[in-house]
Structures are given as structure tokens and as C-alpha cells.
Nanobody, 123 residues
């Protein structure tokens, strides 16, 4: 398994921006599919965005055009740039690694998870 550490969460007003980072402990990161998920209070954890080792990306419809997922394999780091934030984006955001798939949006496919970082968007 790979260890993942997220950072970059915080409190921001609606319309603002944040950039989340996820640092992986292994150089094999460059071969993993990666993803961001989030869990709002009282709700199930949901898929947000995913990126393959080649850079192919998927997004949930609610963040398309506002969020951008990217990765820097030389730094073992994945990012989530979040713009035009809305109160409904408030959640704990988790990064996850999938060593077996090319890319996935399915929570069960991911083998390693970070501890999460809180994002709060005020109205």
C-alpha cells in the first residue's frame, strides 16, 4: 500500500478557491490511478475526480468546469484545484490510490486512502 497525506483544506467564502494536495509515499505513485472523493456531514462518501497515470481525467458532473485534477509524478503529488466554490462543496476531501486500474470512479477499486482534509465554504 501507499501512504497518502492530504493538505490544503480550509475555510473559504462562496466563489473562492482552494488547492488541495495529496503526497504519496512511494515512487510507484507514477503508475497508480488516483482519485478525490468527499464526504459531507450525514451523507455517503462520493466520487469527485479521477486521473490516470497518463493524465486522463474524469469528474462528477457537479464539479465540471470548476475543479481541475492534476498530478506531478516527479513529486509524487496529486492536486485538486477548486474554483467557484459553493456551500454544497463543504465536505471532508479524501485522496485515494488505485494500483490496479487504468482509471476508476468506483470507491471499492481504490486500495489506499488519505486521512482527509476539511473544506468549508461559507455563504
Amino acid at each position: 500500500q501507499v501512504q497518502l497525506v492530504e493538505s490544503g483544506g480550509g475555510l473559504v467564502q462562496a466563489g473562492g478557491s482552494l488547492r488541495l494536495s495529496c503526497v504519496a509515499s512511494r515512487r510507484a505513485f507514477s503508475t497508480y490511478a488516483m482519485g478525490w472523493f468527499r464526504q459531507a456531514p450525514g451523507k455517503e462518501r462520493e466520487f469527485v475526480a479521477a486521473i490516470s497515470w497518463l493524465g486522463t481525467t474524469y469528474y462528477v458532473d457537479s464539479v465540471k468546469g470548476r475543479f481541475t485534477i492534476s498530478r506531478d509524478n516527479a513529486k509524487n503529488t496529486m492536486y485538486l484545484q477548486m474554483n467557484s466554490l459553493k456551500p454544497e462543496d463543504t465536505a471532508v476531501y479524501y485522496c485515494a490510490a488505485d494500483r490496479d486500474s487504468f482509471i476508476s470512479t468506483t470507491e471499492a477499486d481504490f486500495n489506499s486512502w488519505g486521512q482527509g482534509t476539511q473544506v468549508t465554504v461559507s455563504s
